[in-house]
């Protein structure tokens, strides 16, 4: 039932992230550039640079194939990715110059993000597996088990469809706000599915438009500095999607 308190502009959940970034820049190209010159070098530690991973490298010496170093990487890039986001967010809208933050309260927030990080990119990759196994199972000759195990796999196609109607939760988590529960926020998002699709995918297609680009033009400069272009560039789009969920709270549950 749709909720007449709540008025949903996909034009202002596109754009006020930009305009977010934009009222900060001097701290997201401060934070930016310190977290951009930390992964790159990161990846050169661990050997993962981005011209290993397009195959433009042709065997050099800072790439390597043993899984467990990318997992490494993986893993130390999200965690870094994590902290960059809550010194982000603060900057934003938590913190004001006479507030101070005690390492517990920051220890708890950086989990609190990370636990966020990895629910979103769990359901962007579900479908992705999903579609992995269905392509290289076995079909069973059994009807009923075959169309179980198709059902199944399946649904994991709606993770990312269910986790949109709780991007304003997620933006609770990343302000430390008093979290709502989650059946007040299906109800607030019941009948915005649409409306919360459209814009979720625009600000998609904008971050994917700008790894895109700053991967192809990291491929004509020097290897340190297109490493560090790629990074800059990725954190810009955690900095997007973190307004994003943000924008998504100031929308749904600004008022309880």
């Given at each position: ?5 709540v008025?949903?502009?996909?034009f ?34 661990f ?15 800072w ?5 467990f ?7 130390t ?63 069973n ?6 169309l179980?195990?198709?059902t ?84 810009l ?17 600004s008022?309880k």
């Open positions: 039932m749709l909720q007449p308190e008025q949903y502009s996909v202002k959940a596109v754009f006020r992230p930009f305009w977010m970034v934009s009222d900060k820049l001097g701290a997201f190209c401060f934070w930016g550039g310190i977290f951009g010159l930390v992964l790159t070098g990161v990846a050169l530690l050997s993962a640079a981005f011209d290993c991973t397009l195959h433009l490298s042709g065997g050099q010496a790439c390597v194939e043993k899984p170093a990318y997992m490494a990487y993986f893993f890039k999200l965690l870094l990715i994590t902290v960059f986001v809550r010194l982000w967010v603060e900057a934003v809208v938590m913190k004001d110059e006479n507030d101070s933050t005690t390492f517990k309260q920051t220890f708890i927030g950086v989990l609190k993000t990370f636990l966020c990080f990895m629910l979103f990119m769990g359901s962007i990759f579900l479908p992705i597996i999903a579609t992995y196994i269905l392509f290289l199972r076995v079909p000759p059994n009807f009923v088990v075959e179980a195990f198709f199944f796999f399946a649904l994991w196609f709606l993770a990312p469809f269910v986790l949109m109607r709780f991007y304003a939760s997620i933006g609770e988590r990343l302000e430390d706000a008093r979290p709502t529960r989650l059946k007040e926020v299906w109800r607030k998002t019941s009948g915005f599915s649409f409306k919360l699709l459209l814009s979720t995918a625009l600000i998609y297609m904008v971050v994917l438009t700008l790894y895109l680009s700053a991967n192809s033009s990291a491929r004509g400069m020097p290897h340190y500095a297109g490493l560090f272009v790629q990074n800059f560039i990725l954190l789009n955690a900095a997007l999607v973190a307004c994003f969920m943000l924008v998504q709270r100031q929308i749904f549950l008022t």
